[in-house]
């Protein structure tokens, strides 16, 4: 049977709701960013310690992935989504109830764990739920709202946190608190929401998650997988270790600020995506880019400089690159992905993105303990302008040729549906 208990609403209002739920999780994610110097002053641990508590998300994250980001395909989108929410609810009161460095660290890693799940599980189940509704549209919309609630929310998070710093009491609880409601809120309202899948009346035998590519295309797989690790590297930066360069090269440790500039980035990357959706796939390969190429050596200027105002300039433009570079490479693994096997296949892309978020901040985070944060800096935005420029050109070499006018109509079709 596809579902037990018959949905209080349509496909089309489930669509959403799923949405806002991935944004609110995603969003919470990212809630601590501009806090944790906060709990460094608390402490007096060192920098490296952000890192290996950031790292412990990305960790969780790639984990999940790994031990459960596909088992929505035959236990049910629906269901998997309400434990991702739950999970993150509880990393909220570990925060709570154990904020000392190890219970940071448990916190960081049950909330990666529940992201890892939700991020395949839900990337999913919105191009399904679409599919129902407009069956004739193709799987760009769909992969353009997941990729703006996932990196919309992403953005989010460290402008709240920011917030809850800067004018509210009590800030390394108050947040925690907060989203502990609305994510148990969200959780049941996920309860009302159609189910996609057939679930099986004996489900198949348990494994992990198969780390291999689609069958027949190996190369355009990699190539996707190769754009979203470069590009998540670029968000890792903002996402762990923006607060200290803030700290150590601006002198600034305002909290708003710091949440203010990663939300600059993350909300490049998902306006990016909805804005620019209508325009050829080669068209937008092609400004991912000319915005890398331009946003990583600006945020090296304002580094240099220093000047506060270039480097976050710098880095939302090239949020907006690795906005529209990610977003290809999700659309290019739902491609050619096996409509059976879709959930083990995005789950694979993610996990080799978040990879990209963990591997290189910990690389970041220890050098910064042998030189500059300036150097360091450099170092880092020469290597990741050479990643994303080349895995955008690769793809936006092998990207289909659509007319202007086919996409034009396309668009339109769209907006009057």
Not at 111 to 129: K, M, Q, R, W, Y
Not at 175 to 193: D, E, N, T, Y
Not at 297 to 319: C, D, T
Request: aromatic share 8%; glycine share 8%.
């Amino acid at each position: 049977m596809v579902r037990r208990h018959r949905p209080r609403i349509r496909h089309g209002a489930g669509f959403w709701l799923v949405a806002a739920t991935f944004l609110i999780v995603m969003a919470y994610s990212t809630v601590p960013t501009p806090l944790y110097p906060l709990y460094q002053q608390r402490d007096g641990f060192p920098t490296f310690v952000i890192t290996a508590i950031f790292a412990a998300y990305a960790v969780g994250v790639i984990v999940s992935l790994y031990f459960a980001g596909h088992i929505s395909d035959w236990l049910g989108r629906r269901r998997i989504l309400v434990v991702a929410v739950l999970i993150s609810a509880v990393s909220a009161l570990l925060f709570l109830m154990w904020a000392d460095v190890p219970g940071l660290i448990a916190a960081r890693f049950i909330n990666g764990v529940s992201i890892g799940i939700i991020t395949a599980t839900a990337t999913a189940h919105l191009g399904e739920l679409r599919s129902v509704v407009r069956p004739e549209e193709n799987s760009v919309i769909a992969a353009s709202v997941s990729g703006a609630a996932n990196l919309g929310g992403l953005s989010l998070g460290p402008l709240i946190g920011g917030l809850f710093a800067t004018f509210l009491a009590a800030p390394l609880e108050l947040p925690h608190l907060v989203f502990l409601v609305v994510l148990l809120a969200s959780a049941v309202a996920l309860l009302l929401v159609p189910e996609t899948v057939k679930v099986p009346d004996q489900a198949p035998r348990y494994r992990p998650q198969r780390l291999s590519v689609p069958a027949g295309a190996r190369s355009p797989f990699l190539v996707a997988a190769f754009g979203a690790f470069s590009g998540f590297a670029v968000l890792g930066l903002f996402t762990s270790l923006a607060p200290t360069f803030l700290i150590s090269t601006f002198m600034t440790r305002d909290h708003l600020i710091a949440g203010a500039t990663s939300f600059a980035v993350f909300a490049a990357a998902a306006a990016g995506q909805l804005l620019l959706s209508p325009l050829a796939v080669r068209t937008q390969f092609g400004l991912a880019i000319i915005a890398c190429s331009v946003g990583l050596p600006l945020v090296a200027v304002g580094a240099l400089l220093p000047q506060l105002a270039v480097f976050i300039a710098g880095g939302a433009v090239a949020g907006l690159g690795v906005g529209l570079l990610f977003k290809g490479a999700v659309s290019t693994a739902m491609s050619v992905a096996d409509p059976l096997r879709k959930g083990e296949t995005l789950a694979l892309i993610f996990l080799i993105a978040y990879a990209g978020l963990a591997i290189p901040a910990l690389l970041v985070g220890a050098a910064l303990s042998v030189a500059s944060a300036t150097v360091v800096l450099l170092v880092f935005l020469v290597i990741v302008l050479a990643a994303t420029t080349v895995a955008a050109g690769i793809m936006r070499q092998r990207a289909p040729r659509i007319r202007r006018t086919e996409t034009a109509r396309r668009a339109n079709s769209d907006q009057m549906s």
